[in-house]
């Protein structure tokens, strides 16, 4: 499964970097936006005893324009996760079914879909101790683990999000970058100098 799945991601990266041209993306003002137009179920008042941090589409908010998704996604310890169906069954939550990758997905009492991603990976308590406030005071992954977590997933909207994310970032928040990506997946440090430069070719930084 490792080996599909970083084969699909070195294609998705060679096909992009065959046909991109510098400063051929959306406007740089439009790439430097951070906004949080589209309000967000507080978990907060919900998850009160499980450590979480957002994660996915919601999170990326924090690290380049936002797009619009209705998908609502964390990120727990697997350790967690009775403890997190405790508290969301107690405020009329429903599950409605689980992640292939681990976890549950759930209905909760305003309609939101929620996606409670379990994980035990040796990286996850540092995610939850070191996460960035993000809009409706939600914590949001940091973007080195959320690079992380898109770099193993390597679904096509996964690799755009990151070079674009990527492409925005300071130089300090890219060694912070590599320094997860080289101790906890270092096969894909190549992969990840190829989204950084996707990214900088984008905003015509390159």
Known sequence: MTDTVTTKRKLLIFLALKRVKPGSGSSINFLNQRTWKHPVTNLN???????FVVVGGIATRLYMPERMTDDLDIL???SDATTAKQELEQVGSRQT?????????????????LDVIESNEAWVKKALQNSNLGGDKLPIIALPYLVLMKLQASRVQDIADVSRMLGGASEETLAQVREVINTYLPEAGEDLESLI??????RGDF
Not at 97 to 113: A, Q
């Open 76 to 78: 727990i310890l697997a």
């Open 45 to 51: 008042n919900i998850l009160q005893q499980t450590p």
């Open 197 to 202: 430069i996707l990214g900088k070719l984008e």
């Open 97 to 113: 079914g689980t992640l292939s990758i681990g976890g549950s997905i759930w209905e909760l009492p305003d309609g939101t879909s």
